[in-house]
């Protein structure tokens, strides 16, 4: 793990008055891109080239001689063969000297490399990045660990495939689509190796990862993706913000909901097994009743990381929620970092965030508000990693 001092060594030595924001071309970069603009920052996307068109082109910024945003988002590109071609010290050395400050998402972290994160890439980081490793299922200390640290609610785990008496979830990673799910769903043994089987001949998921695969019971319910964010600066409260929910668009899950069951039985093998591919989302709001739960489950988490990864959760972060009949949350994922789907808030920001601030605020303008107030008390070595 680079060591925080030397991070803040590279951050005291940047112009603050020419603080740019950076973030990997892919996920949530348009909302981080959005709120720093929004704020007043110039924005960089490190891009690969073949999918670098969304910010070089369509999103692209362009002001006046004054320096005014006219239209777009994006001011520059950085265009690389691969995302991972970003550990080059050249492109690093030229981050630093351009005053970046990182925002981390999931694209950043799958295509970089955790273990590259944590020891190579020096460029100094909005967020803990430290706790990017517990995203990383399986881990010894993963966001299941925290979880019981907290002593959070999440869904029960199924240590053997034969013990499976009900309705269960099986998480491992696509074999093809790396940054996808391979996750099927099964009632029983014989089901599991029915689908486990049929999914191995597909090529969609593989032995290695199914051997190491979660296995937890399936809890029926709407899902919320909960958006929080932890300030270390905020004097006022505790520090803990709710900024907005969303939920996912999956493939092929979606389409098979939309059919009627008749049809889902006529489905060919390639067919029957939906996948839980992300290809969009969608916001939402809870019932008043439960944002008290909500928070506490935010509190918790903060807690726990304050407490087992030093100094704890800085930043936005996301518990991926669902809910049962009987209105009680279960935690099945966690996002250490900006949220996959605070999309649908950039300009608009969301209903819980616009209320407690008063004024439009999504996850990427609420990163850029406090780079704006670190910079403003001096205090940047408070945000970065």
Known sequence: ??????????????DISKIKIGVVGSHSALDA??????????TVA???KGREKTYSNYFRASRDKKGNILKGIVDEVVLLDKFKKML???????LIKNNVLFVPNRS????????AVESEFAVPLVGSRNLLRSEERGGEKDYYWILNKANLPHPEKVGDPKDINELVIVKLPHAVKKLER?????SSYREYKQKSESLLKQNVITKSDLAEARIEKYVIGPVFNIDMFYSPLEKRGNGLELLGIDWRFETSLDGHVRLPAAQQMTLLPHQFTPEYTV??????TLRESLLEDA???GEKYVAATQKYYKPGIIGPFCLQTCVDKDLNFYIYDVAPRIGGGTNIHMSVGHPYGNALWRKNVSTGRRLAMEIRKAVEMDKLDAVVT
């Open 1 to 14: 793990m680079i060591d925080r001092k030397k991070i803040t060594e590279i951050v005291g030595n940047y």
């Open 33 to 42: 891109c959005d709120g720093a603009v929004e704020e007043g920052f110039r």
């Open 46 to 48: 490190i891009c690969q």
């Open 88 to 94: 080059d010290k050249d492109v690093q050395n030229k």
């Open 108 to 115: 950043f972290t799958s295509y970089v490399g955790i273990d």
């Open 182 to 186: 391979g996750f099927f769903t099964a």
């Open 279 to 284: 290809c969009g989302h969608n916001s939402a």
């Open 295 to 297: 928070f506490e489950l």
